[in-house]
């Protein structure tokens, strides 16, 4: 059973604080004769921007390397992969991908870290890097591409599937979705951070004497731009995977389908400052607020104070202050036991004029299973409530 309450309407007057921003021209969004696919999104918020067509599917080329990176930083996380451990390069390997688009070069027999790979996936887009790992990660291509499916779905991409680790063409083997990318891009800064840090929004990368330039069109161009990903092939136009933090803002934006290398930068970058100059982030509750409870079945207690787990963000059009409806939202009751801190609950925010979003609550405190004198008072009020 899913239950909803209205918690209420919020004036935004002095109630809401604004939180630092930064004010530049403000273009508008791309429309969609420069970029047919376009998405914003403020992933402090979780707010959507703008959007278009961000559930279509679209050839993501390069930016397949995304996923992935962010396979490579989980397997790095477990304890599956080390930085320091090489990988040698075969000479099939060598043959078919070294010097095949984007590339390091390997030759065969060369002996690759991990650190190297992945620093030469997500700053030259290396093709060669991208099949090297997978191969020496999972053993095979194949093993590498299953689990870069199963990680897609555990991450709720259901509009993506992956055929290869580096994007090459395919026949349409391989296909994600903007909202897809958004999806990814937010598990990669936000479950890794330190790594995504290391590894993303460099301006360039050597290997074997050969230095080559990131073609990321926002880093160093754009104040707290930190990457992320390119692509392009003849059949999928221009894509870009792109975030920037600033004061406290991290934007994550997706376009697909644009004309040319040129127009890709010019939108990415008119898209970023857009977004930051257009909104103005103010903080509705705090995190740990309790906002609410739920109720509880077969539990030492009934029912579970609802709090949130860091500051929940309304961003509003700059200058304006539209109302704020919120409402909570749980598939209940909610079954014992219950951990301290488990995400059980939503609450849904709705401001006037833009699109509704959610953010997770969790349990204020653990809720135990009810031992057997529990159930029975529970029972009880249970039949006389």
Same mark, same amino acid.
């Given at each position: ?20 921003? /930064? ?44 996923? /992935? ?55 030259? /887009? ?51 979705s903007a909202h897809d990318l958004a999806l990814l891009?937010k598990a990669m800064i936000t479950r890794h951070p ?192």
């Amino acid at each position: 059973m899913k239950f909803t309450r209205r918690i209420g309407l919020l004036g935004l007057g002095a109630a809401l604080a604004a939180m630092p921003g /930064s004010l530049h021209a403000d273009p508008a969004p791309p429309n969609e004769a420069e970029a047919p696919i376009a998405l914003l999104v403020d992933l402090g918020s979780g707010q959507v921007l703008h959007r278009r067509e961000d559930d279509r599917r679209f050839l993501p080329a390069s930016v397949t390397k995304v996923m /992935s990176a962010y396979l490579a930083f989980e397997m790095l996380d477990d304890g599956r992969l080390k930085a320091g451990q090489t990988f040698t390069v075969s000479p099939l390997l060598a043959a078919k991908w070294s010097g095949t688009g984007s590339t390091l070069f390997l030759k065969a027999g060369d002996k690759v870290s991990v650190d190297t790979l992945i620093r030469g996936i997500t700053t030259v /887009s290396a093709n060669d890097g991208a099949v090297l790992l997978a191969e020496g990660a999972a053993g095979s291509v194949e093993k590498w591409v299953a689990l870069m499916n199963q990680t897609a779905a555990r991450l709720g991409m259901d509009d993506s599937h992956f055929g290869t680790p580096n994007g090459w063409p395919d026949e349409g083997a391989t296909f994600v979705s903007a909202h897809d990318l958004a999806l990814l891009g937010k598990a990669m800064i936000t479950r890794h951070p330190q790594l995504y840090a290391r590894y993303f929004g460099k301006s360039g990368f050597s290997y074997n004497g050969i230095a080559q330039s990131n073609h990321d069109p926002m880093v160093g161009i754009v104040r707290g731009a930190d990457g992320i990903k390119t692509g392009y092939t003849r059949e999928a136009g221009y894509n870009f995977l792109g975030s920037a933090a600033r004061d406290g803002r991290r934007l994550l934006l997706v376009v697909a389908g644009t004309d040319s290398e040129e127009e890709r930068a010019r939108i990415a970058r008119n898209y970023v400052e857009w977004g930051y100059a257009a909104f103005e982030p103010h903080k509705i509750f705090p995190a740990d607020t309790t906002i609410g409870t739920a109720l509880v079945q077969d539990g030492s207690t009934d029912s579970v104070p609802l709090q949130t787990a860091s500051p929940v963000i309304a961003d509003l059009p700059s200058g304006e202050r539209p109302k704020i409806e919120l409402s909570l939202h749980y598939r209940g009751p909610l079954v014992a036991p219950i951990a301290a801190g488990q995400n059980v609950a939503e609450l849904e925010v709705r401001i006037e004029g833009m699109e509704p979003y959610r953010v997770p609550l969790q349990a204020a405190t653990a809720v135990e299973k009810a031992n057997p004198w529990q159930r029975v008072v529970n029972a009880v009020l249970g039949w006389l409530s």
